[in-house]
Protein backbone atom coordinates (compact mmCIF):
# COMPACT_ATOMS: atom_id res chain seq x y z
CA UNK A 1 0.00 0.00 0.00
CA UNK A 2 1.50 3.65 -0.62
CA UNK A 3 1.81 6.03 1.70
CA UNK A 4 2.55 10.02 1.30
CA UNK A 5 3.41 11.35 4.24
CA UNK A 6 3.90 15.31 4.59
CA UNK A 7 5.42 16.68 7.96
CA UNK A 8 7.30 20.62 8.70
CA UNK A 9 4.38 22.54 8.11
CA UNK A 10 3.26 25.28 10.33
CA UNK A 11 3.29 29.08 11.34
CA UNK A 12 5.86 31.19 10.67
CA UNK A 13 6.87 34.98 9.68
CA UNK A 14 6.97 36.52 6.54
CA UNK A 15 10.54 36.19 5.17
CA UNK A 16 11.39 33.12 7.56
CA UNK A 17 11.73 29.38 6.37
CA UNK A 18 10.73 26.19 6.59
CA UNK A 19 11.11 22.49 4.99
CA UNK A 20 9.00 20.21 4.31
CA UNK A 21 9.29 16.55 4.40
CA UNK A 22 7.39 13.85 2.57
CA UNK A 23 7.96 10.07 3.27
CA UNK A 24 7.34 7.45 0.64
CA UNK A 25 6.92 3.69 1.01
CA UNK A 26 5.40 1.32 -0.05
CA UNK A 27 6.55 0.36 -3.33
CA UNK A 28 9.83 1.43 -5.61
CA UNK A 29 9.63 5.62 -6.96
CA UNK A 30 12.08 4.70 -9.27
CA UNK A 31 10.74 6.54 -12.85
CA UNK A 32 8.31 8.46 -10.90
CA UNK A 33 8.13 12.23 -10.52
CA UNK A 34 7.77 13.31 -7.01
CA UNK A 35 5.15 16.96 -7.11
CA UNK A 36 4.49 19.37 -4.48
CA UNK A 37 1.35 21.22 -4.41
CA UNK A 38 -0.82 23.31 -2.59
CA UNK A 39 -4.34 24.43 -1.88
CA UNK A 40 -5.04 27.70 -0.14
CA UNK A 41 -8.79 28.32 1.07
CA UNK A 42 -11.53 29.32 -1.61
CA UNK A 43 -8.48 28.52 -4.31
CA UNK A 44 -7.85 25.33 -6.59
CA UNK A 45 -5.19 22.78 -6.05
CA UNK A 46 -2.05 24.39 -7.72
CA UNK A 47 1.43 23.34 -8.89
CA UNK A 48 4.37 24.25 -6.44
CA UNK A 49 7.52 22.27 -7.85
CA UNK A 50 8.58 18.81 -8.62
CA UNK A 51 11.39 15.99 -9.50
CA UNK A 52 12.17 13.34 -11.26
CA UNK A 53 12.94 10.44 -8.78
CA UNK A 54 15.75 8.79 -11.11
CA UNK A 55 17.29 11.85 -12.82
CA UNK A 56 16.49 14.48 -10.28
CA UNK A 57 15.53 16.58 -12.56
CA UNK A 58 13.44 20.02 -10.80
CA UNK A 59 10.41 22.01 -11.93
CA UNK A 60 8.83 24.86 -10.10
CA UNK A 61 6.15 26.83 -10.53
CA UNK A 62 7.50 30.55 -11.62
CA UNK A 63 5.23 31.84 -8.04
CA UNK A 64 8.17 30.31 -6.04
CA UNK A 65 11.62 30.14 -8.38
CA UNK A 66 14.43 31.70 -6.34
CA UNK A 67 12.73 30.75 -3.43
CA UNK A 68 12.00 26.96 -3.10
CA UNK A 69 13.84 24.22 -3.53
CA UNK A 70 13.08 20.53 -4.43
CA UNK A 71 15.47 17.47 -3.28
CA UNK A 72 15.45 14.27 -2.62
CA UNK A 73 16.83 11.70 -0.40
CA UNK A 74 16.74 7.84 -2.62
CA UNK A 75 17.94 5.86 0.70
CA UNK A 76 15.33 7.45 2.69
CA UNK A 77 12.74 7.37 -0.04
CA UNK A 78 11.89 11.20 0.89
CA UNK A 79 11.36 14.40 -1.00
CA UNK A 80 12.14 17.52 0.98
CA UNK A 81 10.88 20.91 -0.19
CA UNK A 82 12.98 24.17 1.14
CA UNK A 83 11.27 27.33 1.60
CA UNK A 84 12.78 30.57 1.73
CA UNK A 85 12.12 33.98 2.09
CA UNK A 86 8.03 32.96 2.43
CA UNK A 87 5.12 35.46 2.03
CA UNK A 88 1.56 35.39 3.40
CA UNK A 89 0.88 34.44 -0.15
CA UNK A 90 2.59 31.22 0.22
CA UNK A 91 -0.14 30.47 3.10
CA UNK A 92 -1.81 26.99 2.45
CA UNK A 93 -2.08 23.28 2.55
CA UNK A 94 0.53 21.73 0.66
CA UNK A 95 0.32 18.10 -0.34
CA UNK A 96 2.93 15.53 -1.33
CA UNK A 97 1.66 13.77 -4.84
CA UNK A 98 3.62 11.09 -6.75
CA UNK A 99 2.56 9.92 -10.50
CA UNK A 100 4.51 8.63 -14.00
CA UNK A 101 3.79 11.86 -16.27
CA UNK A 102 5.82 13.29 -19.75
CA UNK A 103 7.63 16.64 -18.51
CA UNK A 104 4.53 18.65 -19.97
CA UNK A 105 1.85 16.97 -17.55
CA UNK A 106 3.47 17.63 -14.70
CA UNK A 107 1.92 20.89 -13.17
CA UNK A 108 -1.35 19.11 -13.79
CA UNK A 109 -2.56 17.17 -10.54
CA UNK A 110 -5.03 15.01 -12.31
CA UNK A 111 -1.72 13.17 -13.35
CA UNK A 112 0.11 12.42 -9.82
CA UNK A 113 -1.58 8.85 -8.84
CA UNK A 114 -0.59 8.98 -5.20
CA UNK A 115 -1.64 11.64 -2.52
CA UNK A 116 -0.44 12.58 0.47
CA UNK A 117 -2.59 13.83 3.29
CA UNK A 118 -1.11 17.72 3.50
CA UNK A 119 0.29 19.76 5.88
CA UNK A 120 -0.81 23.31 6.66
CA UNK A 121 1.99 26.52 6.25
CA UNK A 122 0.71 30.00 7.77
CA UNK A 123 2.92 32.54 7.12
CA UNK A 124 2.00 35.93 9.45
CA UNK A 125 2.79 39.42 7.46
Known amino acids: QVSLVESGGGLVQAGGSLRLSCAASGRTFSGYVMGWFRQAPGKEREFVAA????????YYADSVKGRFSISRDNAKNTVYLQMNSLKPEDTAVYYC??????????????????WGQGTQVTVSS
Open 97 to 114: AAGVMVAADIPLSPKYDY
Open 51 to 58: IRWNSGRT
